[in-house]
């Protein structure tokens, strides 16, 4: 890229993805707001006009916001613990040297794969039913009365089978951080007299840092959207409501899409405030 | 007290052994160096002694102690690796401090010997940057930083000045062996480099494929080498080999004479040759001459000689600094 020429000839090829790009982000955002000042009610009445903020504090008003803000960060929160400690542990599992490395390394990506519809179902269904599911049978095994999952411990059943779905990911990319930590400090840890659990403390999860942020982050942006796991299972009953599905159904339940796109608004201020927060304390272990 | 002994230690990775049982002293306040070609095993041995790796027969013995299970935390030994190993993310304050902060030493002692190791190795004011902000010998000098205040009963080297650039190297050297004079402690040092060897080593273990095939001071190697892959290896530049009607001559299947044990002349001696490249290195020159019945030999003359390419000169060895060697390579007496 060292002559004019060859400059604005780039910029000119890579025009049309940008544009794509900026109308693909810029249009769903303009109608987004466009929609969340006017009443907008398609099977009763259609487009009622402008209602300036009305949507806003309707949404923000009702008994379900609160705890809908809640829930999203509990289950954020939670399987991002989940899946970085047990990510953390299972990726120095997997780095000592066993038979058959290969295979377990795939069957530990796996879960990655699923659909998250899919693999909502098959915990749905196969573990948490509390007739014929396995936990159930686990429990009657023991004597104990079958727990019913997803009505009585549904906001841990989901924050399950979502930190399920999440911890291949956080264990692949700790995994190929821990890979590329040089075995002589840990040897110079060792000869220093630094027993198992500091070496970890003071080597390994220092030298994580960096790829426990980019999971922090990569997942934050994921879980914030979570919905097919909701939908398949508890449909938002039993406290599971998330901002992500009181906006799907305001918007498709209620059928109002003021409102909904409204409560979508919120949802980008609380992206973005989560957004700021987390670069705030674990962005600076991306510089240098 | 620092008296390492090895008693027919060996080790093996599976099948392969890579160092059959072998023994060795390393006396107290000595200067060891293990040199030798890479692959013959001197890091390992380094680090069997240091206990990173454990030994498939035999026992290690430190001022009399059996150590060979014990862990290398245990066994107060400091170790300096090749790749010096500082940890990144602490300041260099904190990485000299490291070991210290793992004995649970006080806050206080831990600042005061930081201190007087950094002073020791000049670097004092580079005790808030990080590893990464240093350059390659200020790194060396954090890691031995960090091996001297535990105060051990021996150092371990292993390849310490493989990464530096000539200059550093000499000057790494120097500081090292100056370092050893101050401290008297054990030093045990690998490298495949036999200059670093002979200018710092007290004693030289010369290894080859796990076996020890000699040890003995550098002046000691360097005049009776006892086979021809010592012979070959010590000194700079390499001795020259003859074999067949030459070594006939002097009863040997082979011998061997140093660049520097031999006479140049324009006008006659014992065996006439032609010139090929000189190197010239200001305050001597190594000619390489072609003998026809010797083989190519280098020779060492003075600075100032001035042979040209094709030129035919005559040689002639130092009879009493020539090296015999028998059949099996073993040098006679």
């Known amino acids: 890229m060292a002559t004019k020429q060859s400059r604005s000839a780039a910029r000119l090829m890579m025009a049309p993805a940008v544009f794509l790009l900026l109308v693909w982000m810029l249009v769903p955002l303009a109608m987004t707001l466009w929609f969340s000042f006017r009443k907008f009610l398609p099977l009763r009445g259609g487009d009622l006009g402008f209602v300036g903020f009305d949507n806003y504090v309707r949404f923000i008003s009702s008994s379900s916001f609160w705890p809908s803000v809640q829930t999203t960060l509990i289950v954020v929160g939670s399987v991002l613990l989940i899946t970085l400690v047990l990510g953390v542990l299972l990726a120095l599992l997997l780095d000592q040297p066993i038979w058959g490395q290969g295979i377990v390394r795939i069957l530990v990506i796996a879960p990655f794969f699923v659909m998250p519809t899919v693999s909502a179902l098959v915990w749905k269904n196969i573990f948490m039913d509390p007739v014929n599911g396995l936990f159930a049978h686990l429990w009657k095994f023991f004597g104990a009365e079958p727990v019913q999952w997803l009505s009585q411990a549904s906001l841990p059943s989901i924050v399950m089978i979502v930190s399920w779905q999440w911890l291949p990911f956080a264990t692949l990319i700790l995994l190929t951080a821990i890979q590329s930590l040089d075995s002589e400090q840990l040897e110079a840890a060792e000869m220093d007299g630094a027993p198992v659990l500091r070496r970890f403390w003071h080597i390994i999860v220092p030298h994580l840092s960096r790829a426990i942020t980019i999971v922090i982050l990569i997942q934050t942006i994921f879980l914030l959207a979570v919905f097919a796991e909701i939908f398949v299972t508890t449909g938002g009953a039993f406290g599971t409501k998330t901002l992500t599905y009181l906006i799907y159904q305001r918007v498709l339940e209620s059928q109002n899409v003021g409102l909904g796109s409204a409560g979508g608004v919120y949802a980008i201020i609380l992206a973005n405030i989560l957004a700021l927060f987390l670069m705030r304390i674990v962005g600076k272990n991306l510089d240098a | ?333």
């Open chain 2, 1 to 333: 007290m620092g008296r390492i002994t090895l008693q027919q230690v060996a080790k093996s990775f599976g099948t392969t052994e890579v160092i059959p049982p072998l023994d060795l002293e390393v006396n107290d306040g000595e200067f060891v160096v293990f040199v030798g070609p890479s692959g013959c095993g001197k890091s390992t041995l380094l680090r069997l002694i240091a206990g990173l790796e454990d030994v498939s027969g035999g026992t290690i013995l430190i001022d009399g102690e059996d150590v060979s299970n014990t862990p290398p935390a245990k066994r107060g030994l400091a170790m300096v690796f090749q790749s010096y190993a500082l940890y990144p993310h602490m300041s260099v304050r904190k990485n000299i401090a490291f070991p210290l902060k793992m004995a649970g030493v006080a806050k206080a002692d831990i600042k005061k010997k930081v201190e007087n190791a950094a002073q020791v190795l000049n670097l004092t004011e580079y005790l808030d940057r990080r590893p990464g902000q240093l350059s390659g010998g200020q790194r060396q000098r954090v890691a031995i930083g960090r091996s001297i205040v535990r105060e051990p009963e021996a150092f371990l080297f292993d390849e310490p000045l493989s990464n530096l650039d000539a200059a550093l190297r000499g000057n790494m050297r120097l500081e090292i062996s100056e370092l050893h004079q101050s401290l008297k402690t054990t030093m045990v040092y690998v490298t495949h480099d036999q200059v670093e060897a002979m200018t710092m080593a007290d004693k030289i273990v010369v290894l080859q494929k796990g076996v020890i095939e000699q040890v003995g001071s550098p002046l000691d190697l360097y005049r009776n080498p006892a086979n021809l892959f010592v012979a070959g290896f010590i000194g700079s530049p390499a001795m020259n080999f003859a074999s067949g009607a030459t070594a006939q001559e002097f009863d040997a299947t082979t011998i061997g004479f140093r660049p520097e044990h031999l006479k140049l002349s324009p006008e006659g001696g014992d065996w006439t040759g032609t010139v090929g490249v000189s190197e010239h290195l200001g305050s001597d020159t190594f000619v390489h001459v072609d003998i026809e019945g010797v083989g190519k030999v280098t020779a060492r003359a003075d600075g100032d000689i001035s042979l040209g390419y094709g030129d035919t000169v005559f040689l002639t060895p130092d009879r009493a600094r020539v090296h015999r060697f028998d059949v099996h390579g073993l040098a006679l007496r």
